[in-house]
Every structure is written in structure tokens, then in C-alpha cells.
């Protein structure tokens, strides 16, 4: 009998160490002098700091894990371990910028703090609060000064040799996606001097660029630069004061670089528990400047390797999906985009991620379980890319 329990010491002992043995084995290797790719996290609508620094603790370990032993995302974002997942997140806190509204907010909920049932005054306090951070981070006057901290940290570490993925969880997934259309330079108005307007304006436009080389641009640095209006009808027009063009428009090159995201700094975006279907709505509008811009940045993707993931649970019911799930072959037919040289990027929605939640805690679960949402990122990475690029 002893030596029953002996031999099934010994094995329980082997199984163990063989697992780990294989666990071990199967990591994949990462150069010693190998570059971060470091993960901005950006939280979600009625977020405290101490709070939201223990979700970010949560995941990141895990998403070092998943990201640098699945092999396709270690081959492709961190070119066969030349490149890893920086081990220290980096956090983007935003909600300390709302205090004097939201004070204004709770002085207003006052009023009828004892009215209606206890299920219906939890509901309105719960929701206006989660309302208000959404609404107030969507409107340009708020997010522009966010954006221009944003953008501090990213030259920060691009001025390290680092890059970085942006995470946008929840409100916080509208500034991830205006650094996208406002922050990265999708503009290449050397593409557009071939226009076919013939006015004086349009002349001048285009012997302008045609003199100045200009390298691409983003729609901060010509809306700061006082070079370009956005209208209330969803268009962008040029200053009218040509005094003003020919004195600044020479120039753009120098509000590229104070205002624009570096070429290359950023490697990608995650977008989760997503409300952007809602806030974002003219983005699929054809005919508007939106929907150009967002055409814009879907190419600016795909010609520079970067990816955009749209990961939300089944049972979110904040997390919208996008308007579509574009591929290369549509890209390729839009009469804005010709022509478009694919390498390696793309934009892949992901929503409906298999999760063992309830309608009520699933807006959360992205924090809960690390090792699951790290997984379902890479799994989203994985399916994104072949979607994107199937013939």
C-alpha cells in the first residue's frame, strides 16, 4: 500500500513538473535589447483613479503573456521578439477634469434624491453619472485638451525609440478614436493637388502644396493652425482670408510636428465596452467630412501596419458594434481612398465576444478576468487580420 501511495506521489509530482516544463517550453523567445511596445490605458465614464489603477493591474500581466506567446501576433506586432510588451502600464487619467460638472450634475440630482422607488433613483444617479462623462469627453472642446495630453505621453515614449498601443475602455474608447481621426497624420495633401477646382482658392491650393512638399498632416494641426474651419453642417472649409492662407500655409509642416502624432509612434488601437456607433454616428454618412476622415484613417491603418479592434462582450450593453466590418477588397472599390497600398494593417470589429456574464456585471468583465480578455484581444487580432485580408 505504501508503495501504491509512493508511485502516485511520483506521478501527481511528474505530471506537475511535466506541465510546467511544457508551459515553460512554450514560450516564445524575446530579444534582450528587444523595444517596448507599451499599452496606454484610457478609462471609462464615473471612474476613480485608485480604482481604475487596480482593473489596469488586473489585465496587464496577462496581456504581456498572451501577446508574446501567441504566434502570430509574435510575428507580425512584435517582429519575432525584436519587440515585447512594456512590463509597466501606462495610464491616462482623465476623470479629474470633469469635477466642477459634475458637482453642478450632483446639485441637480439633489433636488430629487427621495423621489421615486429606490430602484429608480439608483437608476438615474447611476445614469446620469455614466452619461455625463460620455457626453462631456465627446464634445471637441473637452477632449481637444485631453487629446493634446495624450499626444504628450506618446512623443514621450516615441522619443524613447518605444511605441504604443492605445486602449480605450468605454467614454474612454471616443478619445482613443478622435486620436485617431484628430491626432495621426492621415492627411496627405499631396495626394489631393490634382483637384479639379478651378477657382483662385483652388489654384493657389494647389501651387502651394505642389511647392511645399508638405508631409502628411492631421486635422488638429490644420484646425489649430487656423488653416481649416469645421462647420455646423459637417464640413471642413478653408479660412476665406487669403492674406492669413499665405502667411501660415507655408508653414504647416511646423503645426505637424507640435500637433500631430510622430510617423510610427503608434502601433495600434483597442477599443472596448465601446459606445462609438452612438457618439460616432456621421462617420458612416457618405457625403460628409466625417466619413471622409474616418475613410481616411481606415487607409492610413492599412498603408502603415497599424490595427483597430473593436472588442465588446455579448452581453454589454453599453459596447456597440461599428457600422460595418470593411475588408481590403472594399477599400480597394471607394473612389476616396484610389489607390491604396496594403502593408499589413486593418480595421476588424470583434463585438460579441463569448462571455459568462450578465447583462448587469459585463461592462466590467474586462477587468475581472485578465487572462480571458487578453485572449479574446489576441483571438480578435488574429481573426481581424485574416478577415481583412481574405480573398
Aim: charge should be neutral.
Amino acid at each position: 500500500m505504501k508503495d501504491l501511495c509512493k508511485i502516485l506521489i511520483l506521478t501527481v509530482f511528474f505530471i506537475l513538473f511535466s506541465g510546467t516544463f511544457v508551459s515553460a517550453a512554450e514560450k516564445l523567445p524575446i530579444s534582450a535589447n528587444a523595444k517596448p511596445i507599451d499599452i496606454i490605458y484610457i478609462h471609462g465614464a464615473y471612474e476613480t483613479r485608485e480604482a481604475f489603477n487596480e482593473s489596469v493591474s488586473n489585465v496587464h500581466d496577462d496581456m504581456i503573456e498572451q501577446f508574446q506567446n501567441d504566434p502570430f501576433m509574435y510575428k507580425k506586432l512584435l517582429d519575432n521578439g525584436k519587440k515585447k510588451i512594456g512590463t509597466q502600464p501606462i495610464i491616462f487619467f482623465w476623470a479629474d477634469e470633469t469635477e466642477e460638472n459634475l458637482k453642478a450634475l450632483d446639485k441637480a440630482l439633489a433636488y430629487v434624491k427621495n423621489v421615486g422607488s429606490l430602484i429608480s433613483r439608483f437608476g438615474r444617479e447611476t445614469l446620469s453619472h455614466l452619461l455625463h462623462d460620455a457626453i462631456w469627453i465627446s464634445k471637441p472642446v473637452n477632449y481637444t485638451p485631453l487629446l493634446n495630453k495624450l499626444i504628450t505621453i506618446v512623443k514621450e515614449e516615441n522619443c524613447k525609440g518605444n511605441q504604443v498601443i492605445l486602449y480605450g475602455y468605454s467614454a474612454g474608447s471616443l478619445l482613443a478614436s478622435e486620436y485617431l481621426t484628430q491626432k495621426m497624420p492621415i492627411i496627405d495633401l499631396n495626394e489631393i493637388k490634382g483637384t479639379d477646382d478651378n477657382s483662385y482658392m483652388g489654384r493657389y491650393f494647389a501651387k502651394t502644396i505642389k511647392e511645399n512638399n508638405f508631409k502628411p498632416t492631421c486635422l488638429d494641426a490644420l484646425k489649430e493652425s487656423k488653416l481649416l474651419f469645421y462647420t455646423d453642417n459637417d464640413q471642413f472649409v478653408a479660412n476665406p482670408d487669403i492674406s492669413y492662407l499665405k502667411k501660415e500655409f507655408p508653414n504647416l509642416d511646423k503645426y505637424t510636428d507640435k500637433y500631430c502624432s510622430p510617423q510610427g509612434a503608434v502601433k495600434g488601437f483597442v477599443v472596448f465596452g465601446a459606445p462609438l456607433t452612438i457618439f460616432e454616428s456621421s462617420a458612416s454618412q457618405k457625403g460628409t467630412s466625417s466619413n471622409l476622415l474616418f475613410q481616411l484613417a481606415i487607409k492610413y491603418l492599412v498603408e502603415n501596419d497599424l490595427f483597430f479592434l473593436v472588442v465588446n462582450y455579448e452581453n454589454d450593453f453599453i459596447g456597440m458594434p461599428l457600422a460595418g466590418r470593411p475588408t481590403l477588397k472594399d477599400l480597394e472599390s471607394s473612389a476616396n481612398l484610389m489607390p491604396i497600398s496594403a502593408n499589413g494593417g486593418f480595421l476588424y470589429d470583434g463585438s460579441g465576444v463569448k462571455c459568462r456574464t450578465n447583462i448587469f456585471s459585463s461592462h466590467m468583465a474586462y477587468w475581472s478576468n485578465g487572462k480571458r480578455f487578453a485572449k479574446n484581444i489576441v483571438q480578435t487580432y488574429n481573426d481581424g487580420y485574416k478577415y481583412f485580408y481574405a480573398k
